[in-house]
């Protein structure tokens, strides 16, 4: 079975500047999750997906941030315009149901710096 | 709102030593509570979690924790450490329902020395 797969892996761009990220969730999971791990930290969630509708998005910061899950299958976060600390490793986790106590499957992430 | 707390950002043992991850959680409901490991450059893997089921959860890699809900803890212990256990280790809360996003604590990087 494939996991969760994410693109691309690294990225650096300067601060104002646009970038935006690619999930490919485990194929059959109708839940998705983005994440926001800053270094020294836990991973945070940004934005919650079950099939392409959004769950919960409470943390995400709506005036840079985007996400979308069209057609249920593989999901796009945006960031424009970018800032330092925005620096951070974002990822992707896919889980069967959206309900608690499933295990939810992480991608290998996507390191960002901003410069 | 739920919140869980790992005591120590860093534990180092000697390989073959008793290994011992502390984590306290804040709940309002009965919780799930998970811990994942994550290697350098990679993702975070589940090792184990509670649902409610038995209170002593054993997980992959001989790693095993013991829900006690009279001292809202959920410690994470293994009898032996190798040298392959060196990483980071991070405890989750998730909630019931539709409130499944995972919180979690600030994680705790164990390093296995010779």
């Known amino acids: 079975e494939a996991g969760v797969a994410q693109s691309p892996r690294y990225k650096i761009i300067e601060k104002r500047q646009s970038v935006a990220f690619w999930c490919n969730p485990i194929?059959?999971?109708?839940?998705l999750y983005w994440y926001q791990q800053i270094l020294g930290q836990g991973p945070k969630l940004l934005i919650q997906?079950?099939?392409?509708?959004?769950?919960?998005d409470s943390q995400l910061p709506k005036d840079r941030f985007s996400a979308e899950r069209l057609k249920g299958v593989d999901s796009t976060l945006k960031i424009q315009p970018a800032k330092l600390e925005d620096s951070a490793v974002y990822l992707c986790?896919?889980?069967?149901?959206?309900?608690?106590?499933?295990?939810?499957?992480f991608g290998p992430g996507t390191r960002l710096t901003v410069t | 709102a739920q919140s869980v707390t790992q005591l120590g950002s860093h534990v180092s043992v000697s390989e073959g030593a008793l290994v011992l991850l502390r984590c306290n959680y804040s709940?309002?409901?009965?919780?799930?509570l998970f811990w994942y490991v994550q290697y350098p450059n990679q993702g975070l893997q589940l090792l184990l979690k509670?649902?409610?089921?038995?209170?002593l959860v054993k997980g992959i890699n001989g790693f095993e924790a013991e829900f006690k809900k009279s001292e809202t803890s959920f410690h994470l212990t293994k009898p032996s450490a190798h040298m392959s256990d060196a990483a980071e280790y991070f405890c989750a809360v998730s909630g019931t329902g539709t409130a499944s996003k995972l919180t979690f604590g600030t994680g705790t990087r164990l390093q296995v020395m010779l």
């Open positions: 986790a896919s889980s069967q149901a959206g309900t608690g106590g499933y295990e939810q499957y």
């Open positions: 509670y649902t409610s089921a038995a209170t």
């Open positions: 194929s059959g999971h109708a839940t």
């Open positions: 997906f079950q099939n392409n509708g959004v769950v919960d």
């Open positions: 709940s309002s409901v009965p919780p799930y």
